[in-house]
């Protein structure tokens, strides 16, 4: 008969396997949304537009369009397929896109997309167009007339602390190559914040019977600081518009670039007062906002302190959104100054979003049952109105002490919690087979070898990090350039065969310029094409490679920011890019040895 002892071995065993397995990385997907978006709202006759139909978050089958009746398919559908990872969850967009032009004037209804996932049918919301007569075209038209710059704020009337979006914002009928920035005003008045242009799309705006091209060039937050009427000065800017020379032929025909300088007109915000009424759980905070709190322990002794933790996050001034108060009775608790445990900003939707999370510290005087609920009160610039957001309520129960009732310690001078010196004793047995123990097994010599494993890891890091810290940085990037240029116009290729334009030349012009930045030392501040040309002339790089470089960056950028983007000509750019690439890293190699 076999003799079996109880042992916990195998339960911790199986328990540190199943922790080990959840924590390998299990990928959430979000919301499933089939979205339609259209790059205008109104069109001209001889104009055209785009219209995509997207998939969020799922895989679909049988795609089907609307019927586009009154509209003629330039071109169309073209797929696209993007994954992003933000915090280990995995989104996934599959997009489908048309190029329309109207065939007669009116309104129209593009009708819902269709789509199946996961055994149901999705189907898109309708689009409203209207299509307008054009201006009939007018010779000797100056570019100051074809392109221009307008400075847009989301709002010319807002509350001190509002948020208020610029856009410095770009109408073109022509080829607009480049831009930069030749005077921008002090914004006498405001808190000011750049943002990113990150998804901000380019779109199609019919002005007095013109059809333009537009794209957001900038976007700045902008809080007013105090009331009054505030201007904000013309900003000037000088444009890189494209010329034609009609005298070249072949794919890379030669372009000229005209500067032009243009400037905004003056905006004006009324700022207003924050109305008077204000409740006492207001600390300054002007916008939209969120608010959670916590309160532990629910149950304590007065020896002990209670924590209350506040976040409150919102797209007001992150410098006016200060703790709010606690409101409790100060001889019931006696109330600490609050921590600020984190507080940040960030973009999100387009604009400026701040976050700020704060710790009270409460000391109970006597015991007895309390009630706590935390507040926080924000003033609302839609509804011209205080709004106050309340945590949930918690009872604290509050017994004796072994401090004197009444007598109040600083939180650090209180003793703390007693720990339990002796586990509760577990009856429950568990067995195994004698000779089966942990002492020799396989587990107990891996885990031994373990720290040796570890530590010769360690070592080779230590080594590398070593080796790459006395490594010039420079030198980094210039050995990297090509590898990751190479991976970028291997994405770029798939952009290609997927049909998306707008994807595939902001690849490849994200390829060369980071691939010229690092290869020839030059930081992205100063990455323009004539710095690029003249470093490359410094270092004797033949000039038909430098002509290449500059035609096809310039391709690139004729169709992102003009959206003048022909399928003709993605192709033959892809293996122009791929010609100088070679040629330039064969030059430089050469030179550098």
């Not at 980094?476 to 090509?482: D, E, G, N, V």
Request: glycine residues 8%.
């Amino acid at each position: 008969m076999r003799t079996f002892r109880a042992t916990e071995w195998t339960s911790r065993t199986l328990l540190w396997g199943a922790l080990l397995l959840s924590s390998w990385a299990v990928w959430g997907q979000g919301e499933v949304r089939f979205e339609a978006f259209c790059d205008a709202r109104q069109v001209v006759l001889n104009g055209y537009f785009q219209v995509t139909f997207t998939l969020k978050n799922a895989d679909g089958t049988n795609f089907s369009p609307p019927d586009f009746r009154g509209f003629r398919i330039l071109s169309g559908p073209s797929s696209s397929m993007r994954t992003t990872i933000v915090n280990g969850v995995m989104s996934r967009e599959v997009s489908y896109s048309y190029t329309l032009q109207p065939t007669r004037t009116g309104r129209f209804t593009i009708g819902s997309a269709s789509i199946r996932v996961r055994g149901k049918t999705l189907r898109t919301e309708p689009i409203e167009i209207e299509v307008v007569e054009g201006k009939a075209e007018e010779d000797g038209k100056s570019a100051r007339e074809e392109v221009f710059v307008r400075a847009e704020p989301s709002t010319t009337r807002a509350y001190v602390g509002q948020q208020i979006l610029l856009d410095l914002k770009l109408y073109t009928t022509l080829d607009v190559d480049s831009y930069s920035t030749l005077e921008e005003p002090a914004f006498q008045g405001f808190f000011v914040q750049g943002l990113r242009r990150s998804g901000l799309r380019r779109m199609q705006e019919v002005i007095e019977g013109v059809q333009y091209s537009t794209a957001v060039l900038k976007r700045i937050a902008l809080f007013p600081q105090q009331a009054g009427l505030l201007r904000i000065d013309p900003i000037t800017l000088q444009l890189g518009v494209v010329v034609e020379d009609p005298r070249q032929r072949g794919f890379f025909f030669r372009r000229s670039i005209q500067p032009l300088v243009v400037r905004t007109e003056p905006v004006e915000i009324e700022a207003l007062p924050l109305p008077p009424g204000a409740p006492p759980t207001f600390s300054g905070a002007v916008g939209r906002y969120t608010f959670r709190s916590t309160v532990s322990p629910t149950v304590l002794t007065t020896d002990d302190v209670v924590s209350v933790k506040m976040v409150m996050t919102g797209d007001g001034d992150a410098k006016r959104l200060q703790p709010p108060p606690l409101l409790v009775s100060p001889d019931s608790f006696e109330v600490y100054d609050p921590n600020v445990l984190e507080e940040n900003t960030y973009e999100s939707g387009g604009q400026l979003l701040g976050g700020k999370s704060v710790e009270y510290l409460l000391a109970p005087r006597y015991p007895g049952t309390y009630t706590l609920r935390p507040a926080f009160s924000y003033f609302d610039p839609d509804s011209a109105r205080y709004v106050t957001l309340y945590g949930p309520r918690t009872t604290l129960t509050v017994r004796p002490g072994r401090q004197p009732i009444g007598r109040s310690e600083p939180a650090a001078e209180r003793p703390a919690p007693p720990q339990r010196d002796i586990r509760s004793i577990d009856t429950r047995a568990r067995w195994r087979r004698q000779g089966e123990g942990f002492w020799g097994s396989g587990l107990f010599w891996g885990l031994l070898g373990l720290p040796l494993l570890a530590l010769g890891v360690a070592f080779f890091i230590r080594r590398r990090r070593i080796a790459l810290e006395n490594t010039d940085p420079l030198l980094l990037l210039q050995r990297r350039a090509a590898r990751v240029a190479q991976k970028r116009l291997r994405q770029a290729k798939t952009h290609l065969e997927r049909g998306d334009g707008s994807a595939f030349f902001d690849e490849l012009s994200r390829a060369l310029y980071g691939y010229v930045a690092h290869k020839l030392n030059l930081p992205f501040s100063q990455l323009s094409k004539d710095n690029i040309r003249q470093k490359l002339e410094e270092l004797e790089v033949e000039p038909a490679t430098r002509d290449a470089l500059m035609q096809v960056l310039q391709t690139c950028e004729t169709a992102l920011y003009a959206g003048r983007d022909r399928p003709e000509i993605r192709e033959a750019t892809y293996q122009e890019a791929l010609e100088i690439l070679t040629r330039m890293e064969r030059a430089l190699d050469d030179r550098s040895a």
